[in-house]
């Protein structure tokens, strides 16, 4: 049974960078099958996808968050991550890891979620 | 605004039956994608309910089913439970943003 735990600091600064880790135990981050992905929920409100990436390192990215978002992996460590730059209040959220199950040729839902990580942007 | 529409809040006593709607576009369910639901459970994470439109997950009772016709899905749930009170998410693929998205969630009250 995969699990996926987030990392990182719980509180960052109004222009600069977050950054978030998500470790995979239980499977192998490399296995063909799975891409990995990062999702955000504000408190009180809905899901909303940031991006994916697959084990050799090719991504996907909504495209509201582009311009701000990348999402690398470390297969030797069996790890993926989240930076964002240039946080605004409008950033804190609660932050999933989950890994995403292909299905058919570009759709794909998410299997397994991490307990997610509360990120808040503040001075 | 979410891209995938679905009512804020739905109720209903135990024991009776809720169906909960996930309205999309010509870019999303319109396609032909497919539509997921997740269930969110205070205080925790999402987790998978109704994959591919109306399949079950291994270990979701069949208590819960999907379905799906033109924009629209649907998730059903009979025989309500007071465990089964939660924040419950439709999710499909949109052509027009090459990526996933979610319906903004429907806060399901068992009376």
């Known amino acids: 049974q995969v699990q996926l735990q987030e990392s990182g600091p719980g509180l960052v600064k109004p222009s600069q960078t977050l950054s978030l880790t998500c470790t995979v135990s239980?499977?192998?981050?490399?296995?063909?099958?799975?891409?990995w992905s990062w999702i955000r929920q504000p408190a009180g409100r809905g899901l909303e996808w940031i991006g994916r990436?697959?084990?050799?390192?090719?991504?996907n990215y909504n495209p509201s968050l582009k311009s701000r978002v990348t999402i690398s992996v470390d297969t030797s460590k069996n790890r993926f991550s989240l930076t964002l730059s240039s946080v605004t209040a409008a950033d804190t959220a609660l932050y999933y890891c989950a890994r995403v199950k292909m299905f058919g040729v570009i759709e794909y839902y998410f299997d397994s979620w991490g307990q997610g990580t509360l990120v808040a942007v503040s001075s | 605004q979410s891209v995938l529409t679905q009512p804020p809040s739905v109720s209903a006593a135990p024991g009776q039956r809720v169906t909960i709607s996930c309205t999309g576009s010509s870019s999303n369910i319109g396609a032909r994608y497919d539509v997921h639901w997740y269930q969110q459970l205070p205080g925790t994470a999402p987790k998978l309910l109704i994959y591919g439109n109306s399949n079950r997950p291994s270990g979701v009772p069949d208590r819960f089913s999907g379905s799906k016709s033109g924009s629209s899905a649907s998730l059903a749930i009979t025989g309500l439970q007071a465990e089964d009170e939660a924040d419950y998410y439709c999710?499909?693929?949109?052509?027009?943003?090459?990526?996933?998205?979610f319906g903004g969630g429907t806060k399901l009250t068992v009376l």
């Open positions: 239980g499977g192998s981050i490399s296995s063909g099958t799975y891409y």
């Open positions: 999710q499909s693929y949109d052509r027009s943003l090459s990526g996933s998205v």
């Open positions: 990436i697959y084990a050799s390192g090719s991504t």
